[in-house]
């Protein structure tokens, strides 16, 4: 290609080589016919899609290591692809055709949120893109799309979409979604290109293609007047708040729809007023009856705690759930993972059987034996919970 390019067009075709790692099948081992352990891109791609398969190579085209091949990873990343095209479905169906730049004298802090971390994330890919590290650029606009995008994001502005279509607050926040849009498709474009022109061409107030767009990083474009740390640092508070009340939720086997009260406590002045403001984020989000910051708080008979941090959460539980019987399943969830880790234990303590034994069987029961060992531990600590409530 060099000797060609040099005889026929007179100057150099190229200047950077990149060269990828090798392509292994799932278990490490190389590819070949003989071995019938070759994956197909031709069929993987009409099973899971162009875009899913090239988003799977980028994601662990990381230098100098080998990629382990599967379709299930293929699988997972179809999932991300189709979380992109179910987040576009619902912003479209808010995005008029009259939509503009973000205007910073408008911005919630949620808006303002956003668009910060797309600035960050913008300038984290195009320096791994630069660089030529694609799986740290894959791996940086997964977390933004997936986490902070749809994740929190849409689910945070959806009260204000569903609000008054006529207000200037809707208005700023339709605005800040169709732009947050409209620059992810432009860095997820060189990944999945397929979806990101379908999309784009749905887009209001896009033109030609997609490829053609500017990449949104500082110095080209506009994200680099939306950084701004104190946005980023007050949602962190917020999210870390929510995380924490949700973990309580998931580890006492609460329904998702079940509102309970929350009460916080923390000395931290600064961080009691950030989420007393947007309290209404909190009360949303983590789908409770009350909310509030104290303090110093009496811990309220039959509540669950959590402690993020110096603040500690007080999900008050009484008269919603049996502590009883929660604490009756648990124990008995308990005793039924014992009896079969200690099956699984003589096993791999059995000489025979880890000479005689085929290495997949061996290593099937290794992984059985760690995921149960977790799940044990895991339900001690929600069992720890709901003594500790009793009290």
């Avoid at 767009?213 to 950084?227: K, M, N, W």
């Avoid at 705690?305 to 603040?311: K, L, N, P």
């Amino acid at each position: 290609m060099m000797m060609m390019g040099l005889h026929f067009m007179k100057e150099v075709p190229f200047k950077d080589v990149y060269v990828h790692a090798l392509v292994r099948d799932e278990d490490g081992k190389k590819m070949s016919k003989s071995t019938g352990n070759v994956i197909d891109p031709i069929t993987v791609i009409e099973k899971y899609g162009t875009d899913a398969f090239r988003f799977t190579l980028a994601a662990f085209a990381a230098q100098g290591r080998d990629v382990k091949m599967s379709e299930k990873r293929v699988d997972g990343y179809r999932h991300f692809v189709n979380k992109l095209w179910n987040a576009a479905r619902f912003s479209l169906m808010h995005i008029d055709e009259d939509v503009e730049l973000p205007d910073l004298d408008r911005l919630s802090l949620s808006d303002k949120w956003i668009l910060s971390s797309l600035n960050r994330t913008a300038n984290t890919v195009a320096k791994a893109l630069d660089a030529y590290r694609f799986n740290d650029a894959a791996g940086t606009l997964y977390q933004f799309v997936w986490h902070e995008f749809c994740d929190w994001y849409l689910e945070m502005i959806k009260p204000t979409l569903y609000g008054n279509r006529g207000s200037d607050i809707k208005k700023s926040t339709v605005n800040v979604l169709w732009y947050v849009l409209r620059e992810t498709l432009i860095m997820l474009h060189p990944f999945i290109p397929f979806i990101t022109e379908e999309i784009w061409h749905q887009l209001p107030g896009t033109e030609g293609s997609v490829m053609k767009a500017v990449f949104p990083v500082d110095g080209s474009g506009d994200a680099s007047r939306f950084s701004d740390d104190g946005a980023e640092s007050e949602m962190k508070v917020i999210t870390e708040i929510i995380s924490g009340i949700r973990n309580i939720r998931g580890e006492m086997g609460l329904s998702p729809t079940l509102s309970f009260d929350v009460t916080l406590q923390t000395k931290d002045e600064g961080k009691a007023k950030i989420l007393q403001q947007h309290q209404d984020i909190i009360l949303n989000l983590a789908k409770l009856n009350s909310f509030s910051v104290r303090r110093q708080v009496k811990r309220p008979k039959g509540a669950a705690t959590a402690v993020i941090g110096s603040t500690t959460i007080f999900a008050s539980l009484e008269g919603i759930i049996d502590f009883a019987k929660e604490a009756a399943r648990f124990e008995k969830e308990i005793g039924k993972l014992t009896h079969e880790l200690v099956g699984l234990s003589n096993k791999l303590n059995n000489e025979d059987f880890l000479k005689k034994a085929p290495a997949h069987v061996v290593e099937g029961v290794k992984e059985k034996h760690t995921i149960l060992v977790e799940k044990e531990q895991k339900l001690r600590t929600n069992l720890s919970r709901i003594k500790e409530a009793q009290e």
